[in-house]
């Protein structure tokens, strides 16, 4: 009994290593671009639904071998974690509901607070605060505010018992984190009245819902993918989504009202078995009341978020972007960062200490709304400092976005929304598009 029981416990840590491999690989996979990369998340699927299904029907033998609850609500929160990242690469809201599953599953049945010795062990606690991390990003994403306020209280408490029995560890990052969400959820009250998500509820009369999807399938271009870019000094965030890339996200998003809800069908493979990872899984075995899908209603655009880029990083994801981007279809480029407005009249010469950065503007000085004047001799530049920045304090080249930069982005058909405090600039500087 006792060699079967380490047989099946060494099956079990080897389906562990082999999930977390496969794990690595796709953790680090960009978000952004349309390069096929669903033959890995296949792979990590299948691994992590094996390895679950595994530890449920040997859950006893394991048990004895000294298998923790921590362990398993770790394998949960690893899956959770899977979701929201196949998520943030198609914003498929179903791979978000999924992640919530699984976290509010962790959460329900206490896997790291049933786990014994687990408040002196502070690996296992570390393992517990990022996952109330994860699980409040989510939360709020789907706008489930009992649960994020629930959550908070949770994490507060969590954090305070932390510093009291980890005295030797500086917890400042943790205290932070708890900073940056009462602030986040602070600035966005005024906003939770109704889903800034377009909701079939708020935003469409009933008798129209059968003719949505003939509206959009008609347009002439298709709204597939948008790129959202924020850099403010201390703004408003948590973790690294800012405020105003949360808003803009849930305004590019259909809100799954389940007004459209069909069950979803899953094609047998040629062995004969029923997979379906693009929807929910259900391999935690609990009542998704939440799951759905709405086959009349046009997909989210894919988003890619940036936050706090640098330009040439801002400059690289949008090429990026627009290389992939699909025939008939239109990106939307939204951009939240403080601007500088420079009206002085000096010789672009003499503020660089050289010709270079004059060069670059030479050709596009009068499409971009600059107006060139002389002065004893000297051609001069009027709005030459127009530009938005996107670094640290300070006047670098290297972080200044001008209009100009994106000009060749215009190829494509380019929604373009600046939410700043110079966004005139831009307005001008792209008025001739």
Not at 85 to 104: K, N
Request: net charge positive.
């Amino acid at each position: 009994m006792s060699e079967n029981n380490d047989v099946t416990l060494q099956t079990f840590r080897a389906l562990v290593e082999s999930a977390d491999h496969k794990f690595a690989r796709v953790r680090d996979v960009p978000a952004y671009g349309r390069v096929s990369q669903s033959h890995f998340f296949h792979k990590v699927f299948k691994a992590y639904t094996r390895l679950w299904k595994y530890q449920q029907e040997n859950r006893s033998k394991l048990v004895q071998c000294g298998l923790k609850r921590w362990e398993i609500g770790e394998i949960a929160s690893r899956i959770g974690q899977l979701y929201f990242s196949q998520y943030m690469r198609t914003s498929d809201i179903r791979f978000l509901v999924e992640a919530y599953v699984f976290y509010e599953a962790i959460l329900s049945r206490r896997y790291f607070e049933g786990s014994e010795g687990s408040p002196r062990d502070l690996g296992v606690r570390s393992k517990e605060l990022r996952f109330y991390a994860r699980f409040l990003l989510v939360s709020i994403i789907l706008n489930r505010f009992e649960m994020v306020s629930h959550l908070m209280d949770r994490f507060v408490a969590l954090v305070d018992d932390c510093r009291s029995n980890f005295r030797e560890t500086n917890f400042k990052e943790w205290k932070q984190v708890v900073q940056e969400i009462v602030r986040f959820t602070k600035a966005d009250k005024g906003f939770s009245i109704r889903p800034l998500r377009y909701c079939t509820t708020f935003d469409t009369h009933r008798s129209s819902l059968p003719y949505v999807a003939r509206f959009h399938a008609k347009r002439v271009l298709k709204f597939q993918d948008a790129l959202l870019a924020s850099y403010h000094r201390n703004e408003v965030k948590f973790a690294e989504l800012t405020l105003d890339t949360y808003r803009m996200i849930q305004c590019l998003e259909w809100e799954p009202s389940g007004l459209f809800y069909q069950k979803p069908t899953v094609k047998p493979t040629e062995n004969g078995d029923s997979i379906d990872h693009s929807g929910a899984s259900g391999i935690i075995s609990m009542n998704l009341a939440a799951d759905m899908t709405d086959p009349n209603m046009p997909s989210n655009p894919r988003k890619a978020t940036l936050y706090h880029p640098s330009v040439t990083h801002l400059m690289a994801v949008m090429a990026t972007i627009c290389e992939e981007l699909p025939p008939d279809s239109v990106v939307l480029l939204y951009i939240s960062a403080s601007g500088k407005t420079g009206h002085s009249n000096v010789s672009p010469t003499e503020k660089s200490g050289g010709s270079s950065k004059y060069s670059r503007y030479k050709g596009l000085s009068q499409n971009l709304g600059t107006s060139e004047t002389q002065n004893n001799g000297k051609r001069e530049l009027s709005s030459y400092d127009d530009y938005l920045w996107f670094g640290p304090k300070g006047n670098s080249g290297s972080n200044s976005l001008y209009p100009g930069d994106l000009i060749p982005f215009t190829r494509k058909p380019l929604f373009l929304i600046i939410d700043s405090d110079n966004s005139h600039a831009f307005k001008a500087g792209f008025a001739w598009c």
